[in-house]
């Protein structure tokens, strides 16, 4: 069974940085592109970013652009968000699945159909 496990969320001030962990289980990320998501109370769940099976090929929203870096180690079986100068609009339960890795401004709300393999989220608060 594929399944991605989310860790390194946590509570955090303005300003500040964490990272994200994505793992995989049961089965090898290196052949997947994965995205990362996020879902604040009371909105709908939103594209992050994503990145290419290889790694050559990352998006971003328009919201974290600059401030998110997201990156994989395929040995570690391992994709990774980076994420730094940390705003209270940030805060959300972030999740990771696997999916095509487009631009994320052309993802709408039923390009999420196409992702798979949801880990359980991990929640990220921003606050001071």
């Known amino acids: 069974q594929l399944q991605l496990v989310e860790s390194g969320g946590g509570l955090v001030q303005p300003g500040g940085s964490l990272r994200l962990s994505c793992a995989a289980s049961?089965?090898?990320?290196?052949?997947?592109?994965i995205g990362w998501f996020r879902q604040a109370p009371g909105k709908e769940r939103e594209g992050v970013s994503c990145?290419?099976?290889?790694?050559?090929?990352?998006y971003y929203a328009d919201s974290v652009k600059g401030r998110f870096t997201i990156s994989r180690d395929n040995a570690k079986n391992t994709v990774y968000l980076q994420m730094n100068s940390l705003k209270p609009e940030d805060t959300a339960v972030y999740y990771c699945?696997?999916?095509?890795?487009?631009?994320?401004?052309?993802?709408?709300?039923?390009?999420?159909?196409?992702?798979?393999?949801w880990g359980q989220g991990t929640q990220v608060t921003v606050s001071s």
């Open positions: 699945a696997t999916g095509p890795c487009t631009p994320i401004a052309t993802m709408s709300s039923s390009s999420l159909a196409d992702f798979g393999s």
């Open positions: 049961g089965f090898r990320l290196n052949y997947y592109t």
């Open positions: 990145i290419s099976s290889s790694g050559g090929r990352t």
